[in-house]
Structures are given as structure tokens and as C-alpha cells.
């Protein structure tokens, strides 16, 4: 008999929240009745789709580093509305939440990109490789996200090993990503590592390092983006 695919450990801590843990080969959704709190690096495997409703909050934990990571041949179905936007924040309390509070949103697609052998391990992640090796997809497909806020992430693990508010790791055109923005990211707002994604309607918001960082070949198109930096810092 096969063996159950692997599912995420989820436990009701109360405050009507549910703590995610570990990783999942399995399609699994975020429903938009309860808030979800991301306890340290949480996986979704190979052939596995997350799908995220639209309205729903989605916390990192700090004290874990919370971090949502989509590996090569998964998928995130993050569409959420103007009306209804999906947000990622800090797990800390409202007046108390500040850069890097928790990790971030990392998509590792099988794009082509100029590391040897067309792959590499990401920064910041210790179980997840980007891009196709000998056999680079370039209309490879990550998802959807759409109408996404992704507040107070970003980390530095050590140095050059950092997770940013929204890594994208190879990721290819195949992948729908419009409407995002990304608010006090202790690292880089957004950075590309190669791949050839097509993404618009990108906010960068009082981010510390880069809001935009492009690494390892990226050569896909980004149209209206807009970045407001804070005179005050920078890394």
C-alpha cells in the first residue's frame, strides 16, 4: 500500500488561528474563515498546489522565522481581489510589527538561468533548488498571485543568505503575478534569480535594502512598478 502524502502538521492555537508547520505533497487550501501562521520554513512539494482564498491573512512567526517557500513543480493559487486582497504579515501585535519580522514568499520555478548547471539551492533555503538543470522551462508555470500584500518580511539568515519579501527563483512565464506589494521588508523587496516571469503592478514600500534586485539572468518584463523608499534608512 502506498505510503499517505506528506501533509502539514496544522494545530488550532486559538484566537480563531491555526499554526502550519512542515511541508505538504498534497493540494491543500488557506481558507479565508481563520488566519494562518506560518511556524518556521513551510514547504509545498513537488506537484502540490497551495491555494489561498481570497480575504485571507496569512502571519509569519517571528520568533521561527516563517517562512512560505513554493518548490520546483509546485504551484500557489493566490488570487485574491481589490475588494478581497490576500495579506502576509507579521505575527507580531498591530504597533509592534517591524522590518523582518518573519521570512517572506520564495517561488522556485525550472527556468533557465545562468548558475552552473542551470540549478541551484536558493538563498536562505536549505531544501529547495531552482531552475531546469540540462532541462530549463522557461513558460514553466509557479501559479497565480494576484491582489497580494506581503508586509514586514525579509531576513538575513547570514550573510548572502537572505530571503526577501518575494523571492522568484527561476520562475517562468507560465506564472501569473500582478497587483503585489510589499511593504518594510528588511531585506530586498522583490529579487529575481533568473527566470523569465512577466509581472505588473508591483508597489515597493519603505523597503530597507533593494526594492527591485535582479540576479542570475533574469530576463523577464516588469511594467508599472513603483517603488517609495524611506529617506530615513537603507542597508
Known sequence: TPSSPAAYTVTDIGNNTSRVEGSTSSDFTFTSDKVWLLQGFVYVEDGATLNIQPGTVIKGD????????????????????????????????????DYGDWGGIVLCGRANNNQPDGEAIIEGGPDAYYGGGNSPNDADNSGIMQYVRIEFPGIALQPNQEINGLSLCAVGSGTTIDHIQVSYSGDDSYEWFGGAVNMKYLVAFRGWDDEFDTDNGFRGKVQFALALRDPAIAD
Open 62 to 97: 517571528k520568533n521561527s522565522k516563517g517562512t512560505l517557500i513554493i518548490k520546483r513543480g509546485a504551484k500557489i493559487n493566490a488570487a485574491g481581489t481589490n475588494a478581497q486582497p490576500i495579506v502576509f504579515t507579521s505575527n507580531q501585535p498591530a504597533g509592534s510589527r
